[in-house]
């Protein structure tokens, strides 16, 4: 398996493999000297006739506080469920810690790796048991937390479900959901 770095100028060879607005937010950031994403593509070494064709793509948006914001992540379906994902997870984990702003005299801290998602039941059993597959523990339907039309409508666009874009999934009872991973930094000396 071959692990690339998705950037700004070549993110068109990502494009089937990223929600579109988030494609269209990355690609964006062209101009901007520090872009607020990153991505990560995974490819197969043992398909010779793709190895240009990536397996699995994941973009993440680092906050200010050094969580970790999974945006967008796919998997092509025939590649499922041979480690792409996951992969692509730990990747993204040590890059992050790369670019980790530490504190002076700071040697540990506690980062969240979140993802905010509203799927379909069947969808949502899936990405959820890759999920748990993968270390996040916490698991809270935000629906149920939130009364107010206008941060429903806020949460639908972070969900990657805007009326617009899909207007079949508002108000089709799919419960808007975030999932959390506690990960360990250890500063290197």
């Known amino acids: 398996m071959r692990i690339e770095a998705v950037t700004v100028e070549n993110l068109n ?6 929600l579109p607005y988030i494609y269209e937010e990355f690609r964006g950031c062209e101009d901007v000297p520090e872009s607020p994403y990153f991505g990560l593509a995974a490819f197969s070494d043992n398909d010779p006739g793709n190895l240009s064709r990536p397996a699995s793509v994941l ?12 945006v967008s992540i796919y998997t092509r379906p025939e590649c499922r469920r041979q480690g792409f994902g996951s992969a692509l997870l730990d990747s993204a984990i040590q890059v992050a810690r790369q670019m980790f702003q530490w504190e002076e005299g700071e040697t540990e801290d506690l980062v969240i790796f979140k993802t905010l998602y509203r799927l379909p039941e069947d969808l949502q059993e899936i990405y959820e048991a890759f999920l748990i597959k993968n270390h996040f523990t916490e698991f809270v339907e935000l629906d149920d937390v939130i009364s107010d039309e206008a941060e429903r409508k806020d949460l639908s666009a972070l969900s990657g479900t805007k009326p617009s874009a899909e207007p079949d999934m508002e108000g089709s009872g799919c419960p808007t959901v975030s999932a959390s991973a506690y990960i360990s930094f250890f500063r290197e000396n």
């Open 13 to 18: 060879e990502y494009k089937e493999l990223i």
């Open 59 to 70: 973009v993440i948006q680092p906050e200010p506080t050094g969580d970790l914001n999974i």
